[in-house]
Nanobody
Framework: EVQLVESGGGLVQAGGSLRLSCTAS????????LGWFRQAPGKEREGVSC????????SYSDSVKGRFTISTDNPKKTVYLQMNNLQPEDTAVYYC??????????????GGQGTQVTVSS
């Protein structure tokens, strides 16, 4: 059974930082990449970032580029999201996600339980 366990969410003031962590386990194949998407109340799911397990290539949405950084210790097992200069519009539930980085685009299949990030103004 695939498990994605996120941690690191919380409440922060605008301009602050948070670091999300995700541990993945239970995969029966190596054909996947890890990343993050988010969903704010009343809004559609939005892709945030992902990282290729093959060559370390990363991709970011335009809304977080330059502020968020994705990284990994082991691209099949852990993924982190360093979020700097957080803004109220970043408030959402953040999900660790399984998918694929294809031609510079993150394609997400499914996510974990999620961790809440709330940014106050």
């Amino acid at each position: 059974e695939v498990q994605l366990v996120e941690s690191g969410g919380g409440l922060v003031q605008a301009g602050g930082s948070l670091r999300l962590s995700c541990t993945a386990s239970g995969f029966t194949s190596d054909d996947y990449d890890l990343g993050w998407f988010r969903q704010a109340p009343g809004k559609e799911r939005e892709g945030v970032s992902c990282i290729s397990s093959t060559d370390g290539t990363v991709s970011y949405s335009d809304s977080v580029k330059g502020r968020f950084t994705i990284s990994t210790d082991n691209p099949k097992k852990t993924v982190y999201l360093q979020m700097n200069n957080l803004q109220p519009e970043d408030t959402a539930v953040y999900y660790c996600a399984v998918g694929e980085l294809l031609s510079g685009t993150c394609l997400y299949d499914y996510g974990g339980q999620g961790t809440q990030v709330t940014v106050s103004s």
